[in-house]
């Protein structure tokens, strides 16, 4: 009896150390009109406890291993079960030898419709479609891995991005918006299609050189990690000149935008006017940023 009670404990402790993600999530249903209405705090809580309870992986994740992040979901119009809403998804990881963390992943879902009666089970199948609302949160907590994956190892994030293209696939029997080539260039079909093609294989080198041999060498020799860092910056040039001004493109500076106009207005120095070269061809979206690197 001693013995069992001994296994029970040990399997329980790996059990509470399971879960992946220690997420923020918030239901705002400010535009409705109706905000305080219990069913949006019920939603809200159901949703919290889902994302931060699955065991998204077959891995043992301790507490301070967990994947910061947050999703906030805009609700803009319901009827009954069906509701109409965006949500918007950020990621972090954290820097080596550091406080700082830096963002991975920053996407507003603008394609969200889903059908939803109070209390009801969530339950995510990886293999088969249960509803718009589990698919899409699944969707993007596979691409919350994925990225922070491939941020600490040269591809790392394969098992996930994989994951989310199944996720994709079975998702498209639902006719909801956003699963399919027609959704158009900004949707989870385009985000997880481009990751995938050898169009934009690039990105990947770039997620896992400007963090692991950028970022994290930044606290034992910075003007290394700066030089890793504007080398890794270089490598969208390729991709840009095949397609220039790309969804994978835009979502990378709409994370790291602010970071890499910090990083570079402070010292060491290197050089910035290559830097600023690069940054002007593949991100003009954000040219007013880089008019602000003047170290």
């Known amino acids: 009896m001693r013995n069992f009670l001994v296994i029970l404990i040990f399997f329980l402790s790996i059990k509470g150390f399971s879960q992946e993600l220690n997420c923020s999530l918030v239901v705002n249903a400010e535009q409705t009109g109706n905000e305080?209405?219990?069913?949006?705090?019920?939603l809200e809580k159901q949703l919290t406890e889902f994302v931060n309870n699955t065991k998204w992986t077959n891995k043992?994740?301790?507490?301070?291993?967990?994947?910061?992040?947050?999703?906030?979901?805009?609700?803009s119009d319901y009827s009954g079960e069906n509701?109409?809403?965006?949500?918007?998804?950020?990621?972090?990881?954290?820097?080596?030898g550091s406080s700082f963390s830096t963002p991975l992943y920053n996407f507003n879902d603008k394609d969200f419709t889903?059908?939803?009666?109070?209390?009801?089970?969530?339950?995510y199948n990886p293999s088969q479609f249960e509803s718009n609302l589990v698919s899409v949160l699944a969707f993007h907590v596979y691409m919350i891995l994925a990225l922070d994956a491939d941020s600490f190892e040269q591809n790392g994030g394969d098992e996930y991005y994989?994951?989310?293209?199944v996720i994709t696939n079975y998702s498209q029997q639902g006719n909801f918006k956003g699963w399919k080539v027609e959704d158009g260039l900004q949707s989870r079909f385009a985000l997880i299609d481009n990751v995938l093609s050898p169009t934009f294989k690039e990105y990947r080198d770039v997620m896992y050189n400007y963090h692991r041999n950028g970022l994290d060498v930044m606290s034992n020799d910075v003007k290394?990690?700066?030089?890793?860092?504007a080398e890794s910056l270089k490598k969208f040039q390729a991709m840009n000149s095949r397609r220039p001004n790309s969804f994978l493109l835009r979502t990378f500076f709409d994370s790291k935008a602010d970071e890499i106009e910090q990083i570079f207005t402070d010292g060491p120095s290197v050089n910035i006017a290559a830097v600023k070269e690069t940054l002007q061809k593949v991100a003009p979206m954000h040219n007013s940023k880089w008019q602000n690197i003047k170290y």
């Open 162 to 165: 994989r994951q989310a293209q």
């Open 114 to 123: 889903f059908r939803y009666l109070e209390f009801q089970n969530l339950i």
């Open 83 to 96: 509701f109409q809403a965006t949500l918007q998804v950020q990621s972090g990881r954290p820097v080596y």
């Open 60 to 75: 043992t994740v301790k507490p301070q291993e967990r994947i910061n992040c947050s999703m906030i979901i805009n609700v």
């Open 36 to 42: 305080n209405f219990p069913i949006f705090k019920t």
């Open 224 to 229: 290394a990690g700066k030089d890793e860092i």
